[in-house]
């Protein structure tokens, strides 16, 4: 008869737990502070919620913070596949605008994007840019019909990042906050070329997501392999400092204003 700890570490092999920790370990060498367990009021059920893993890269007082807001999906031998489009409807600084961010920030990189169509240093940045300029419209799971994964993982990322930032501003802070759908198998990008009768596949380390939550309304989503995300966290790392600086003339004009 097989130990207790044996017995423990097989039912731990089909849990998300060890993904969640290791996760949690590679935030904090990217030297990022995080924790588990933090909550949301889900939208749409109103019941309460627990975000798997929040990172945050935090400024200084009345400066930009960074959070990150991860969903861990563990699958033990399932590849997920990302449907993808040249042609995803927003410009450049529209998947910059779609970023969940609190009001003062969405304020603020709107002042910091006035005018511009396509690049610019901010949607240059890992944080805002689509890999290839290919945008996913859709996640799923290969080899299996069941999708509730896929799309809770992309729906409850979703959610968490944008309530959280609903609630957080209310008390004035200046947060932008990154969705981040991190996986332990290959990620499969799915694409149709122009002009071209079949799909190409690609696997990729990361990937980005356009979902809707309400008409005309987007969030911009990360999909990110575990192996991929120490690179993902120390760019973030590096761009977070760097959009602080950006930011940081509009969140005061902004803050300075009578009526904010």
Known sequence: MSSLE???RKWLSDQGYPLEMRVARIVGAAGAGWDHGRVYTDPVTDKTREIDLFGYFDGPRQELS???VFECKHSRDKPWVLFGTDRPGLTPTGLA?????????KKALARTLRGRRMLSPVT???MFRAPDGITGFNLARAHTDNQDAAFHAVRGVSAAAEETAR???SHGHAVLYLPVVVIDTPLIRCFLPAEEEDVQLEQVERGVLLTSSRPG????????????????MSQVAVESADLRTLLQPHLKYIRDLPDK
């Open 6 to 8: 044996d017995r423990v």
């Open 66 to 68: 960074v959070h990150v």
């Open 97 to 105: 605008r779609s970023t969940p961010a609190t009001p003062l920030v």
């Open 124 to 126: 240059d940045m890992t």
């Open 167 to 169: 609630d957080i501003g």
């Open 217 to 232: 309304s987007y969030t911009f989503i990360h999909v990110v392999t575990v192996e991929a995300l120490p690179s993902f």
